[in-house]
């Protein structure tokens, strides 16, 4: 099963779930209002070690996780999760320059994510959760 159908198959047989990590809680909160409107179950963590926590408690359906926090970085919380939840969709989110080192470093041991560099039009993180990346990387 391909990611971009995860959220797709979980919408069809229940209310998928998104778990969104940033130490702003102006952020967290933002993003989960939207998401709601969306249809979207969320839960809210505001560093890597509550998101994997949450993670381990119940398998969110997508990660939407900052990568820059207190604690250990979002990378090392979306790596994590992964573990955790192989089928969990990650959305890695950034409005620092450090971030791009970080980025490099996962992706030289073979990890992927997508990423949204804040601020983003929140139609582009939809698309991402819809499995629509082409439509979010043209916008």
Do not use: W
């Not at 249809?39 to 990660?63: C, F, K, M, N």
């Amino acid at each position: 099963m391909s990611l971009p159908l995860i959220i797709d198959e979980a919408r069809r047989n229940r209310t998928p779930t998104v778990l969104v990590v940033d130490d702003e809680a102006a952020i967290t909160e933002t993003l989960s209002l939207i998401l709601k409107r969306q249809g979207y179950r969320v839960r809210i963590a505001h560093t890597g070690e509550e998101a994997v926590e949450q993670a381990r408690a119940s398998a969110p359906d997508a990660l939407v996780c900052d990568i820059i926090m207190p604690g250990i970085t979002g990378i090392e919380a979306a790596l994590q999760v992964r573990a955790l939840c192989p089928d969990c969709r990650i959305i890695l989110i950034t409005g620092a320059i450090i971030s791009t080192e970080l980025l490099e470093r996962a992706r030289a041991d073979g990890n992927e994510f997508e990423v949204l560099a804040k601020p983003f039009h929140p139609n582009l993180l939809l698309d991402l959760l819809r499995g629509d990346a082409s439509l979010a990387s043209a916008s």
